[in-house]
């Protein structure tokens, strides 16, 4: 199995910044692709922000421009870099991963971290 521990999440002002990270634990398995979602109150869980294993990546229109994913392969990390932050990017961020150990492909989520950005 693999776990992922995220950590970078807080309150911050509108205009600042803050970078999110995932650390995948779990030797045996390869990570595939890596999401970053974010659920705010009272609204469905969105996709952010994805990379894939090639390094190919996709944002959400509204945070294109601002939000930077990228992965660490040697670190099993992934990290999301937030600038110009709103008060609407407030939410719960969690990672997202596909992994597979070369038998089954299966499908992790963090626990997930508060964002809050503050008019």
């Known amino acids: 199995q693999v776990q992922l521990v995220e950590s970078g999440g807080g309150l911050v002002q509108a205009g600042g910044s803050l970078r999110l990270s995932c650390a995948a634990s779990?030797?045996?398995?390869?990570?595939?692709?890596i999401g970053w979602y974010r659920q705010a109150p009272g609204k469905q869980r969105e996709l952010v922000a994805g990379?894939?294993?090639?390094?190919?990546?996709n944002y959400a229109d509204s945070v294109k421009g601002r939000f930077t994913i990228s992965r660490d392969n040697a670190k099993n990390t992934a990290y999301l870099q937030m600038n110009s932050l709103k008060p609407e990017d407030t939410a719960i961020y969690y990672c997202?991963?596909?992994?597979?150990?070369?038998?089954?492909?299966?499908?992790?989520w963090g626990q997930g971290t508060q964002v809050t950005v503050s008019s």
């Open positions: 990379i894939s294993s090639g390094g190919s990546t």
């Open positions: 779990g030797s045996t398995w390869t990570i595939i692709d």
């Open positions: 997202n991963i596909h992994a597979h150990n070369g038998i089954v492909r299966n499908e992790y």
